[in-house]
């Protein structure tokens, strides 16, 4: 059914009686042309991109669990492209510009809301730094403002701009960053994939990779063999897990990070703020809950819960530039598997496996990647060719030297 | 999460930071295939789901490296002991 205002009202007068579930059930197929394994954004996104742009049908995603339950459905829901490595840049900007587009071409309200991300900066040496990222954004063909304590007064007059420690000077600002709701972007992706044919095969785990004479030929999985000509392993945090089942080393490590949302309150936070003396993040949803992290805990971990030294510090943090919400009650905190990889941009790319796919090392960004990451992914499944904004996502990067490493922190994934 | 520290007795995950999985050996820079070598030990990790022997330096304390067992499926863990031999022996 297509959605829009008509459709809304007419079944206000229908008693919501015609409203049909977004996706089917189906059995699985004994062969697909293409398997993606994870129903995660990306995954999702990528079923939907091949049946879309390149027009493969005949097609399934595999989920282990439900549409959502892995990080599409756990992170603070950022979505910018405000990077400075040359590599990265192009892409996520293609993302952003997919996100514009995203709610018409899906007919799905993903809840898109380009209310700003504004990165603030606590000394000199760091406004230097944010305004070198701005101009590398700008030689990109991508806007930044700098804006100087005033002008971030303007916008978040509530931040603590004389603490003691951190003062706030300024901030970066990209005013086409945002959030989007999390889920919905899942569900509209799942909606869009499985009304172009694609099945969607939830509670199906993938076991085990077949590979014969360097080629795939298919994935053993808990409702049987599936027999397939191309597979992607999507699976985010769990992506070594089944890509060692077909040999594959990667040069990916996995570590909780943890999310956090308060009671809800009256509108207070206009855009996304970060505090730049740390790595904090809060933005506020548009049910009022203030919803924000920090960084990960720092050892790896397929826990999908985290400890309470990261609560701690993220909370710390959160004093550090807004006392006012220290009597804020905390409604709830999760965690989420994060496949952190060494240099902390993502790949994209061939395994030397004919017919095998990665898309993996999303470390903290992946949501706000989600629409490129399946367009480029789909792209190299139906073409065996690199998508232009992702050339430089390669696994061979490492080998070569042409790491992004947009931290510079090193082959430390904690520290990406 | 608590660590039990071979010289300190348990103490909290906080006072350690982590550095990752053991075993690794820094290659021979002479051997043919250097390179390829060189690579796995900087950038390929077993990041294994399940029990891990992995380094933890008690930066915070008494500033030893250890070998802690630990499960990444469930954050339980079941050992530590010094890493370095000599350390081991000064302890005793
Ligand atoms: C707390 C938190 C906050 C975050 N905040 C942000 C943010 O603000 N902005 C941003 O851009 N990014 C953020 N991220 C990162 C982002 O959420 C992830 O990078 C992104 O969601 C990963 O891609 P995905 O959606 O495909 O992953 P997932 O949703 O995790 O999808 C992977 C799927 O694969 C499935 N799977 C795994 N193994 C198998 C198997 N063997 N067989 C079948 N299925 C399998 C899993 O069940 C899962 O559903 C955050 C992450 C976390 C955890
Ligand atoms: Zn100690």
Known sequence: MHYSVFSIISQAFKGQKDW??????????AEYDMLIIGGGGHGLATAYYLA??????????????????????RNTTIVRSNYQEPGNIPFYEHSLKLWEGLEQDLNYNAMMSQRGVLNLYHSDSQRDDYARR????????VRADLLNREQVREVVPFLDFDNARFPIHGG????????ARHDAVAWGFA????????????????KQIRVENGRVTGVETSRGFIKAKKVGIVAAGNTTRIAETAGLRLP???????????????????????????????SQSDKGGLVFGASLDYYTSYAARGNLPGVEDTIEEAMAIMPSISRVKLLRHWGGIMDMSMDGSPIIDKTGIDGLYINCGWCYGGFKATPASGYCLAHLMATDESHPVATALKLNRFETGHVIDEAGTGAQPNLH | ?????????????????????????????????AQKQFHDYVHIRDNKAGLTKELWLHANGCRSWIVVERNTLTHEITGSEFASPLTKEAAQ
């Not at chain 1, 049909?20 to 197929?29: A, G, I, L, N, S």
């Not at chain 2, 930071?17 to 690794?24: C, D, M, P, R």
């Open chain 1, 52 to 73: 879309k742009n390149h027009g493969y049908t005949n097609i399934a995603v595999i989920e282990k669990n439900y549409l959502g339950s892995g990080s599409v459905g």
């Open chain 1, 134 to 141: 701005g101009n590398a954004m700008m030689m990109h063909g």
């Open chain 1, 252 to 282: 990916i490590e996995s570590y909780v990070l943890q999310a956090f949302v308060s009671e809800a309150i009256k509108p207070l936070i206009p855009c996304v703020v970060t505090f730049g003396a740390g790595h904090f993040y809060i």
């Open chain 1, 20 to 29: 049909k579930p977004v996706w089917r059930y189906p059995e699985p197929k």
């Open chain 1, 172 to 179: 970066l600002m990209q005013w086409r960053g945002g959030t």
């Open chain 2, 1 to 33: 999460m608590r660590i039990p520290c071979p010289f300190c007795g348990p103490r909290d995950s906080q006072e350690f930071s982590f550095l990752g999985q053991t075993g690794l050996k820094r290659p021979d820079p002479n051997a043919p295939d």
């Open chain 1, 191 to 206: 909606r869009g994939a499985d009304s172009r044919g694609v099945d969607i095969l939830q509670n199906t785990e993938a």
